[in-house]
Structures are given as C-alpha cells and as structure tokens.
C-alpha cells in the first residue's frame, strides 16, 4: 500500500528519520520544532499551492526543511504534512493556557477600552506569564481576558457544544478557525476541544473514528453522518450541524433535508454512521 502523502513526512529531497529505509529522499533530518506566531497559518499541498489546512497561533510545526520562505514539515496537532510560509513560524514555546472562547481580543494593556491590536482563535495555545486586573498577559507583552482561557490540559465533555460556538462561521476549505472553517476541521475542533483524537480530513475521520452504527440504529447527539467527501455531528432532535458549502457556512439542517439534498446533488449517499465510545 503507498503511503497517505498527507502524513508522510517526505517530499523527496528530505523525509523525517522515522523514514530511513522506507521512502528514497536525499537526506534523513530529525527536524525543529517551531510555533506559529500570528492568528493563524494556512498549510499548503506545495509551496503557493493550495490550502489543505490551517494552524492557530501557538501550535507547534516540525520544520524539517526551509527554502525559498516556505518551511516544509508536519503539524503536531495531527500529524498533516505540508508547506507553511516561514515568516509564520518562530521558536517553539511551551503553552500554558488555550482560548476557549470562538474569538479573543489582544490588548495592550489590562483594560477592556483599550484598541486591541489582534484577535485569536478558538484553539489557540498561549503562555501565561503573569496576571492583572482580569486579565492574562501572554510571550508577546499583549492582555487577554482571563474568562476565554483555560489550562492547556483542561477538555470539554461534549463535542457538540463545541461545535455550536462555531455556528454561522464561513465555510472555507482547509479552514480550522471561527474566520473560516470546513466540515471536516469542524469535527476535528470539537473533538480535540473534548480530548479525543481526530485526523483531519473526512475519509480519514470515517476510517478512524467510532464504531459503525447498524442500519436503522437512531441516531443521537454527537454521532458522525459520513458522505464520500463530506462529514457531520449529529445534534439531536434529527438536527444535523456541519460546516458545508450549501449554506456557506455552519449551519444546522434538518438530517431528512440533508441526506436528500447531498444525495441528490453533491456527495450521493450516506456511506457510514458512527458513534463514538467516548460518548456513549
């Protein structure tokens, strides 16, 4: 079987040492940690190519070659291989803290009136240095407020919830964040928010996660609907939530309406339900 480029590290002229003897590269390298250092970074299938997903500011890359200002590696969140501009990344960090809320202001001081220079993300890791009037002063000198994060080893218990922050979030292929997202990073957002596991893309999710749910099994919040090339969580109720490019965004929709819908003109038929044992 041909390995997954999507998580093989190698590209041909360098491959992680976990590959000596298994794929033909010009040279072996153990690679360096780094950390994305704004809001977000888009991870790409070639250098300027197209986006197949997206890191947070404070998740970690492992950078196994940089040329032409593209680092070429693999994510630490779940292993995806690709190509990130080299400008986004800085020297790893150990995080502290994670933001919890869809969105959070930096400001640059300890004052809610105060211009805020940036936003992050739902995800985003952060290391905490000190605290202030509420507020949470983070490595680079900015305030965030001190309700929109939680420790880094702190989970969620229901995906779903999770997901619901993200309601009305603009679809974006390869996006993991409220400025965009797609159908399969919104499953792999709610589920890594809970402490579960998750790949990235919908074919690898199906294949991975859960247990199958025999025909006619009623369905209940937090199982997964799979279509070849689309993916989303059951809300209960026979509510579907998933980001899709129908609504341009994520939405809810009755499950009836969907499956005839996808059926009829995008992805053909349901190809598995899945329930997941954490949450049975």
């Known amino acids: 079987?041909?390995?997954?480029?999507?998580?093989?590290?190698?590209?041909?002229?360098?491959?992680?040492?976990?590959?000596?003897?298994?794929?033909?590269?010009?040279?072996?390298?153990?690679?360096?940690?780094?950390?994305?250092?704004?809001?977000?970074?888009?991870?790409?299938?070639?250098?300027?190519?197209?986006?197949?997903?997206?890191?947070?500011?404070?998740?970690?890359f492992l950078a196994l070659e940089t040329d032409e200002g593209f680092s070429f590696g693999m994510a630490e969140r779940d292993g995806y291989v690709g190509y990130i501009l080299s400008g986004a990344l800085t020297g790893?960090?150990?995080?502290?803290?994670?933001?919890?809320?869809p969105a959070t202001h930096l400001y640059p001081k300890p004052d809610i009136k105060a211009a805020p220079d940036v936003a992050l993300f739902f995800g985003s890791q952060v290391k905490v240095t000190s605290d202030r009037d509420g507020f949470r002063r983070i490595q680079t000198g900015h305030y965030i407020p001190a309700q929109h994060l939680m420790p880094i080893t702190a989970r969620f218990s229901d995906p779903v919830g999770i997901a619901d922050l993200f309601l009305g979030t603009p679809y974006l292929w390869g996006g993991t964040s409220r400025w965009g997202i797609d159908c399969s990073g919104?499953?792999?957002?709610?589920?890594?928010?809970?402490?579960?596991?998750?790949?990235?893309?919908?074919?690898?999710?199906?294949?991975?996660?859960?247990?199958?749910?025999?025909?006619?099994?009623?369905?209940?919040?937090?199982?997964?609907?799979?279509?070849?090339?689309?993916?989303?969580?059951?809300?209960?109720?026979?509510?579907?939530?998933?980001?899709?490019?129908?609504?341009?965004?994520?939405?809810y929709e009755p499950y009836d309406e969907a499956v005839a819908r996808i059926g009829a003109r995008e992805f053909g038929a349901v190809t598995a339900h899945k329930r997941l044992s954490q949450l049975a």
């Open 92 to 101: 790893a960090e150990d995080a502290t803290h994670w933001v919890v809320s």
């Open 186 to 251: 919104l499953v792999q957002t709610a589920l890594i928010a809970c402490g579960i596991d998750c790949p990235r893309d919908s074919d690898q999710q199906e294949a991975t996660l859960g247990d199958h749910l025999p025909e006619g099994t009623p369905l209940q919040r937090g199982d997964l609907v799979f279509w070849r090339g689309h993916v989303g969580m059951m809300a209960g109720g026979n509510m579907l939530l998933h980001a899709n490019a129908h609504h341009m965004a994520v939405a």
């Open 1 to 60: 079987m041909m390995p997954d480029p999507r998580m093989t590290p190698s590209n041909g002229r360098v491959a992680h040492v976990s590959l000596e003897g298994q794929v033909q590269a010009e040279r072996f390298v153990k690679g360096r940690w780094m950390m994305v250092q704004q809001p977000m970074v888009n991870i790409t299938d070639t250098p300027r190519g197209t986006r197949v997903s997206q890191l947070l500011f404070g998740e970690r």
